[in-house]
């Protein structure tokens, strides 16, 4: 039987970039999805008849171009798509705040809610791009590995610290002081205007089941401009043929370099023997070895499920079981016959639309998730990716993707799973005493989303041809993701850098010799950055060639 | 305030010395008279009744559960069969010792572990992915050792329900006591013939009473711990945090033992295929040996006698179990130290368990054993030994 250098676990973009790396090198590559098609959330598939659809994730600005370059993808290289909106913020009655990547259109837009506040814009722009470009030198360099500092692990400190004092002593340590901040205090430092505040904090959500009021959104917000280019709120870039032309992009690298990808195959086990991985165990019996196997999926996922927490030591699944996986987003897929009745839809909807009008607005739609709840009026992140890329849908037609927050994996008191008790009752009340169904409290969930966008979007609901909910618990049994966790672990400062996934094994190794972890787990962290994913092609290639020193 | 064990409402008025410790929370008796003499040679010549509810107790239940605590202990849990009881020590996932005590199978998938600190996390953690549940049963469960050579007959005639006789040396069964089902078990930490017996605690009063009663013709004591002290040490027996540093209490990496250093070495039973937590880490050590061993010593007594006499004075070596670190030296450098000693009353040695370089742990091993005498240090000769110090042949018959 073939034996390959290293089998991947799931196909989603940072085990794509992983392949490419290594298939690279020479090594011998074979990648297995579950799924019928690669990118994992960072897919675009037949949703509605005839239309694709980003599924999960809609932004690629994070993603780091430069692999793109470094790779040269030729004729399969993705289209970038900039629209000239980069957000609208709804604040109902049909009025409106947009940021523009035009800084002067911008600076006029805020004008109209406080002149104070489109002074100080630009500079904030500065602001948040001069501490993103440091933020980013800790991203793209490998976590320190502090639990075990020797010296060569004090000298590979030196290079990522040497580039951040370029960049500005002063700021490094302003840096230090801003990251742990809860946005709403960052913001409140700058703006004065609430429309704008809760607009720029929505950049602080993804990756926290909290509000704005939360340490460490700071942090978030620097890292979702740590693609560049930010304009203020975050980096923003939509693809043509949608997200999952750039995953589509990476696999067709991996394969140009001789990496094989089989997607519908399913990993049942990782192998072990004696304390080192062996191979894969596939759904279907068949067995694969492998010199080594890299890991795609979340860490609990490939710990507990694919390992088998027997096979790992009990202080390691100590901390496993406490990594912080906590799904809060819903995604709604919308078939449009037209876009939303707004003036100048076309440019001001192309970027992220938000229903964020205020900092209270957005914490008391987390407040419900604290108590495992879903939001009675959710927070929005519209994108409509068909103007970008009209070939996306039939002509005529548009798809708006909507990512709600909060809607929490952890539900309380604990819902049965499954679809619907039978008709909801009027109002989709749920009788007192009785074990809710999910299906039931996502009926819920839904109907304050339609009263969200009533009250937001108007008119939008009459355009409304066809829709899909994605729930947290669907995107745990669809994706894969545990506890319907986007960024496979929750993005806050206790499980970033040397303590992700875990404190301990930040350098994409575990204690199962030959395997390595790719996906969002790892450091840096989630997004499609595919940044995880290249710092684990390169430590595997370390190992490979330093394995006593491990 | 300290806890009450189920047998307090007996205990407290025996303890006629007042003189009471800590363990693991509860009241304990040190002794019951003013000395502890009187206890100690019951055990040895009669019967000791130990109260030893303190020790933390856990039951593991499920399909796994054999699975589990053959993953937990050194030894291998698949070759004890129902009805036997294994002493063993358990380690980290570095080999170093976390703590040691017995396992009780009490079915094909039941099994109760006694510890003498908290374990029920480590337990927990261990079991995640497996069919088995580990329950904390410390509250309901009162235990007592009876420990002597008249233990046997003593319970011959009060339990009832068990062939007592026929139990083997770390053999399990269940019976009864009066109303009472108990569980008996030939185990202890006296190095005598013993037994340990098992209650739930609105029972214990009774099996207290029921013991006492017919041990009156055999020499039964109630005994404290000061003599439970010099018994474990002449059967060579470790006490955590005494002998050894448990990995969770140690300060520094140095303190921490693994089984190897600690004497159980013969408790690391690997197999191939066999995955126990630190199993890797005690492969790597018994591969290359770490350089502490354990070694159990005679400390010469005549010269002991001699020092003391060159001032003028009787040998004034404490009466009690001695838990003061004393170094040990050969070719006039330390090799080691003493972490328990005693005088053996029944073999009339002064006698220590000892951490010795793994060079001087071998039997016949001459070194020197540090001895104050009116505030002068000196050394007197001793002699590494096999241990038990005291290892009668009832022990196992
Ligand atoms: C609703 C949603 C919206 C998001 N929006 C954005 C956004 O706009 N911008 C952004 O940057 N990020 C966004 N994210 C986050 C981003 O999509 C993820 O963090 C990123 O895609 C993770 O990539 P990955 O390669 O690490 O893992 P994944 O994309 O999760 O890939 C893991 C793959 O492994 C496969 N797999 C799992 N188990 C097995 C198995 N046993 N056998 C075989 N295959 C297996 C899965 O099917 C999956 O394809 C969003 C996420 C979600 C869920």
């Known amino acids: 039987m073939k034996k390959y250098d290293a089998v991947l676990v799931g196909a989603g973009h940072n085990a794509l970039a992983t392949a490419c790396v290594l298939a690279r090198r020479g090594w011998k590559v074979l990648v297995l999805e579950r799924r019928g098609v690669v990118g994992g959330a960072a897919a675009t598939e037949e949703v509605f008849p005839g239309c694709r659809v980003n599924v999960a994730a809609q932004d690629a600005g994070l993603f780091r171009r430069d692999f793109v370059d470094e790779f040269g993808f030729g004729a399969s290289a993705p289209g970038w798509v900039h629209p000239p909106a980069v957000a609208t913020s709804l604040l109902g009655g049909g009025d409106g705040l947009t940021l523009w990547r035009d800084p002067a259109a911008t600076q006029g837009e805020i004008a109209r809610h406080s002149r104070a506040d489109a002074n100080r814009f630009p500079e904030w722009a ?98 979702h401009a740590t693609g560049g280019q930010a304009h203020g709120f975050r980096s923003t870039s939509f693809l043509e043929g949608g997200i999952g032309a750039l995953s589509e992009a990476l696999a067709a690298a991996a394969r140009a370099r001789g990496a094989e990808i089989r997607t519908g195959t399913e990993v049942e086990r990782i192998l072990v023997e004696d304390g080192a991985a062996t191979g894969v165990l596939l759904a279907g019996r068949e067995e694969i070895p492998a010199h080594c196997v890299v890991s795609g999926a979340d860490p609990r996922r490939t710990f507990f499920d694919l390992v088998g927490a027997p096979q790992l030591g009990p202080e390691f699944n100590r901390k496993v079981a406490s990594i912080q996986m906590r799904g809060t987003t819903a995604i709604l897929h919308l078939l449009l016959d037209d876009l939303p009745p707004l003036d100048d839809a076309e440019q001001r909807l192309a970027g992220h639309t938000l229903v964020a009008p205020s900092l209270d607005y957005l914490e008391r739609a987390s407040d419900a998730a604290k108590y495992g709840r879903c939001s009675p009026r959710p927070h929005l992140d519209i994108v409509i990716p068909t103007l970008h890329d009209p070939t996306l849908a039939p002509p005529g037609r548009h798809i708006a993707s909507i990512q709600i927050r909060y809607a929490p994996y952890h539900l309380r008191p604990a819902p049965v799973r499954g679809p619907h008790a039978g008709p909801s009752p009027p ?60 960024y496979h672990g929750q993005m806050g400062l206790d499980q970033l850098a040397f303590m992700r996934p875990v404190a301990g094994w930040a350098r994409h190794r575990t204690p199962v010799e030959r395997l390595f972890l790719c996906g969002a787990g790892t450091h840096p962290g989630g997004g499609v950055t595919c940044m995880p994913g290249r710092l684990a092609a390169r430590e595997i290639l370390r190992a490979r060639r330093h394995p006593a020193r491990s | 305030m300290l806890l009450e064990t189920p047998f307090h409402p007996r205990t407290a008025p025996l303890c006629r010395s007042r003189r009471w410790r800590n363990w693991s929370g509860y009241a304990s008796a040190l002794t019951y008279e003013p000395g502890h003499e009187y206890e100690y040679y019951a055990v040895r010549s009669g019967a000791g009744l130990f109260d030893i509810s303190p020790l933390r107790k856990y ?30 020590p358990w380690c980290d996932e570095a080999g170093k010792m976390i703590d040691d005590g017995t396992v009780q199978r009490l079915g094909a998938d039941t099994f109760r572990v006694t510890s003498a600190d908290p374990c029920l996390r480590w337990l927990q953690d261990c079991a995640l992915g497996m069919d088995a549940a580990v329950r904390d049963v410390t509250r309901e469960l009162a235990a007592l050792a009876l420990q002597g050579p008249t233990s046997r007959e003593i319970l011959e005639r009060v339990v009832t329900g068990a062939d007592v006789a026929a139990l083997p040396f770390f053999g399990l069964t269940g019976g009864s006591i009066g109303v009472a089902p108990v569980t008996v078990t030939r185990t202890g930490y006296t190095g005598d013939l013993g037994y340990e017996i ?160 793994r060079e001087f742990a071998r039997p016949g091993h001459r070194v020197k054993f540090e001895l104050t005498v009116e505030f002068v240090r000196h050394t007197v000769p001793a002699r590494v030994v096999r241990t038990p110090f005291f290892d009668p042949v009832r022990k196992r018959r």
């Open chain 2, 198 to 357: 098992w209650v739930r605690p609105e029972n214990a009063v009774g099996v207290w009473d029921a013991l006492a009663e017919v041990g009156r013709g055999y020499g039964l004591a109630p005994a404290g711990l000061d003599a439970l002290d010099v018994a474990r040490i002449e059967a060579g027996l470790l006490l955590k945090d005494v002998d050894y540093v448990s990995t969770w209490t140690a300060l520094i990496e140095s303190r921490k033992s693994s089984p190897y250093e600690a004497g159980l070495g013969w408790a690391v039973q690997p197999r191939p295929g066999r995955d126990f937590v630190g199993s890797r880490a005690l492969a790597r050590e018994a591969a290359a040996p770490s350089e502490w061993g354990f070694a159990g010593l005679e400390v010469e007594w005549p010269h002991i006698e001699k020092r003391f006499a060159a001032v003028g004075l009787p040998p004034l070596v404490a009466g009690r179990a001695s838990r003061e670190a004393v170094p040990i030296y050969a070719g006039g450098k330390q090799v080691g130290y003493v972490t328990s000693s005693t005088f053996s009353p029944i073999l009339k040695k002064y006698i220590a368990l000892a951490t010795v370089r």
């Open chain 2, 59 to 88: 039951e593991i239940a499920g399909t796994d559960a054999a699975a589990l605590v053959d993953r937990v202990v050194t030894r291998s849990a698949f070759d004890c069969p129902v009805g036997m009881v294994l002493y063993t």
């Open chain 1, 427 to 486: 109002g989709g009340d749920i009788a007192p005493g009785a074990t809710p169904r999910a299906g039931d409290i996502f009926d819920e969930f839904l109907a304050r989303t339609w009263d969200t966008l009533d009250e937001f979007l108007p008119g939008t609901r009459d355009r409304i041809l066809d829709h899909r909910l994605i729930t947290p618990l669907d995107l745990e049994s669809e994706f894969g993701l545990t506890c319907g966790d986007e």
């Open chain 1, 126 to 223: 500065d602001y948040l791009d001069a501490m993103a470009r440091i933020l980013r030198v800790g991203l793209d360099h490998p976590a320190p590995a502090l639990h075990d500092f020797t010296r060569r692990e004090r000298l590979r400190l030196l290079r990522p610290l040497a580039q951040a004092a370029r960049l500005g002593r002063r700021r490094v340590v302003e840096l230090l002081r801003v990251l742990p901040l809860p946005a709403r205090d960052l913001l409140d430092d700058w703006f004065a205007g609430d429309a704008l505040k809760g607009m720029l904090a929505t950049t602080a959500l993804p990756g926290a089941s909290h509000g704005p009021g939360a340490m460490g959104g700071a942090f978030r917000m620097l890292y």
